[in-house]
């Protein structure tokens, strides 16, 4: 009797160790996004990643309980097709620029992580955490200084509409050596307009401080980063 409680708590406990090891990986990997307040952020990798885990034991599972009959990759494999729709979702597109594909590649890559520790590869798991992270850590500041390519980043004016009005902006965002890429206008009546910059900011301003130097307009009334969407 002893001897079968004493394997249901260590059964029990190797289950929870995975779960909590899937846990913890998906959010290394997503703490990544969350700091760049992308769509799937922390908690998402997480559950990716800790359901991908239990779906690869359940399978396992399965197959020790009812033998050869089963396929016990059959269910995990869903996983690899369900995790597409789910990046899809966070894919977004703005004019010709797409993006969130590296955090839909993300997610893609914690259900892998989950599914191999679902299965009992740490050791895989563990290389592809780390690769992941240099990858998303590292390289995103290598890209920055080899290629100096600038993320381009949004921000909403609300303001009088009034002549001359988008001119002072663009002077301003000129003077602070912002690139406007796109804009938007929105009129939102009472002699008020809605606009939406598309910019890229160089490395010495920031969008806080572009949105207050925004705001010290004349006839500004509120500057925010809620988006109106580039289609």
Same mark, same amino acid.
């Given at each position: ?28 990997? $997503? ?5 760049? !307040?992308?769509?799937? #952020? *922390?908690? /998402?990798?997480?559950?990716?990643? &800790?359901? %991908? ?35 899809? $979702? ?5 004019? !010709?620029?797409?993006? #969130? *594909?590296? /955090?839909?590649?993300?997610?893609? &890559?914690? %259900? ?120």
């Amino acid at each position: 009797m002893n001897f079968l409680v004493d394997n249901l708590i260590t059964e029990y406990l190797y289950i929870g160790i995975r779960l909590l090891l899937a846990a913890i990986c998906g959010g290394l990997v $997503g703490l990544e996004r969350e700091t760049r !307040n992308r769509p799937a #952020g *922390l908690r /998402t990798h997480m559950l990716v990643c &800790v359901g %991908s885990a239990l779906i690869m034991m359940v399978s396992t599972h399965i197959y020790a309980l009812f033998g050869s009959v089963n396929d016990p990759g059959r269910i995990a494999a869903q996983v690899v097709t369900g995790i597409g729709f789910l990046g899809a $979702g966070t894919i977004i597109r703005q004019g !010709n620029i797409v993006r #969130g *594909l590296t /955090t839909a590649a993300g997610l893609w &890559v914690v %259900s892998g992580i989950g599914l191999a520790i679902g299965v009992g590869f740490y050791f895989g798991a563990f290389i592809t955490v780390v690769l992941a992270l240099l990858i998303l850590f590292l390289l995103r500041w290598v890209e920055g200084k080899i290629f100096a390519r600038g993320e381009y980043e949004n921000v909403v004016v609300e303001m009088k509409d009034m002549p001359g009005q988008i001119g002072k902006i663009g002077t301003l965002m000129g003077n602070l050596g912002v690139n406007i890429r796109n804009v938007i206008i929105e009129d939102k009546g009472e002699d008020t307009v809605i606009i939406e910059f598309q910019v890229t900011l160089p490395s010495h301003i920031s969008r806080n401080r572009l949105m207050v130097e925004l705001s010290q307009l004349d006839e500004v009334i509120k500057v925010s980063e809620q988006t109106l969407g580039f289609i």
